[in-house]
């Protein structure tokens, strides 16, 4: 008897009393099978071989099983079976939140997508996800959601067919603008969208000063409410007669 298992499952265990199952290589497609032999089987005796698979991928999922002998059959066409098997999606296994840009000219806005999914990676819809903006001022809108905490501005959805709960962050302050999404029963993500100043410069000379307080050594990212990770900054050590890179700690602006 050869199963041969199908691309999207991962083979979990076989057994069958008659005989002792192994699993091999299918030269032919690259994938796996299960082969049994079974030593004598008596005129209408049967035998069964349990295989047990996990799938991979929301969909249907076919199997097909051939079985053969050494004695003349004179009935092939009996020796072949194949089942088709819906898979549906598994549970909630793992919360997601991007965003299209993390870096946002300050007053614009950046659209968001929490996605939750199975531990397959598959869209699970149906999930209640909340969204709360933890920092920075910006306005958090959630097209369909409900308002779960007035003070904090929550907004729950259900992610949709794509697992997705889609969003916008408008009037993104300067700084960090974060926002955390949180399911029940995984563990919660968050992700920042830095609100910064952006500098049009027109032809022509121009000089431009940016002015610190006389803090030597300071932390950038504390002086100007930035995430040091967003920060790439440097300054020249005549001393070392080499440049200095900003590594998220005091800097000295001397």
Same mark, same amino acid.
Request: one cysteine or more; aromatic letters at 4%; proline letters at 6%.
């Given at each position: 008897?050869?199963?041969?298992?199908?691309?999207?499952?991962?083979?979990?265990?076989?057994?069958?009393?008659?005989?002792?199952?192994?699993?091999?290589?299918?030269?032919?497609?690259?994938?796996?099978?299960?082969?049994?032999?079974? %030593?004598?089987?008596?005129?209408?005796?049967?035998?069964?071989?349990?295989?047990?698979?996990?799938?991979?991928?929301?969909?249907?999922?076919?199997?097909?099983?051939?079985?053969?002998?050494?004695?003349?059959?004179?009935?092939?066409?009996?020796?072949?079976?194949?089942?088709?098997?819906?898979?549906?999606?598994?549970?909630?296994?793992?919360?997601?939140?991007?965003?299209? %840009?993390?870096?946002?000219?300050?007053?614009?806005?950046? %659209?968001?997508?929490?996605?939750?999914?199975?531990?397959?990676?598959?869209?699970?819809?149906?999930?209640?996800?909340?969204?709360?903006?933890?920092?920075?001022?910006?306005?958090?809108?959630?097209?369909?959601?409900?308002?779960?905490?007035?003070?904090?501005?929550?907004?729950?959805?259900?992610?949709?067919?794509?697992?997705?709960?889609?969003?916008?962050?408008?009037?993104?302050?300067?700084?960090?603008?974060?926002?955390?999404?949180?399911?029940?029963?995984?563990?919660?993500?968050?992700?920042?969208?830095?609100?910064?100043?952006?500098?049009?410069?027109? %032809?022509?000379?121009?000089?431009?000063?940016?002015?610190?307080?006389?803090?030597?050594?300071?932390?950038?990212?504390?002086?100007?409410?930035?995430?040091?990770?967003?920060?790439?900054?440097?300054?020249?050590?005549?001393?070392?007669?080499?440049?200095?890179?900003?590594?998220?700690?005091?800097?000295?602006?001397?």
């Amino acid at each position: 008897i050869v199963d041969s298992l199908p691309a999207d499952a991962s083979f979990v265990s076989a057994e069958s009393a008659q005989g002792t199952p192994e699993v091999a290589g299918d030269s032919n497609t690259g994938l796996q099978k299960v082969v049994c032999v079974v %030593s004598r089987l008596a005129v209408g005796e049967t035998a069964t071989v349990t295989i047990v698979v996990e799938p991979e991928k929301v969909g249907t999922l076919t199997n097909e099983a051939t079985a053969s002998a050494v004695e003349v059959d004179p009935n092939q066409g009996n020796n072949r079976a194949s089942v088709d098997t819906t898979v549906e999606t598994g549970d909630p296994s793992k919360l997601l939140l991007t965003a299209e %840009s993390t870096r946002v000219e300050t007053g614009g806005s950046v %659209s968001l997508t929490a996605t939750v999914v199975d531990k397959h990676g598959n869209a699970v819809s149906g999930v209640s996800v909340t969204l709360t903006r933890t920092a920075g001022t910006g306005t958090l809108d959630v097209p369909g959601g409900t308002v779960v905490n007035a003070e904090t501005g929550a907004v729950a959805m259900a992610t949709n067919g794509d697992g997705n709960v889609p969003a916008t962050l408008e009037g993104v302050s300067f700084g960090a603008n974060t926002v955390k999404a949180e399911v029940t029963g995984l563990d919660p993500v968050t992700i920042d969208v830095l609100g910064e100043w952006r500098l049009r410069l027109t %032809s022509g000379r121009q000089i431009i000063a940016i002015p610190f307080q006389e803090l030597s050594p300071a932390d950038p990212a504390e002086l100007l409410g930035i995430p040091g990770a967003h920060l790439k900054l440097a300054y020249y050590d005549p001393v070392a007669e080499e440049y200095v890179t900003y590594a998220q700690q005091p800097f000295d602006f001397a």
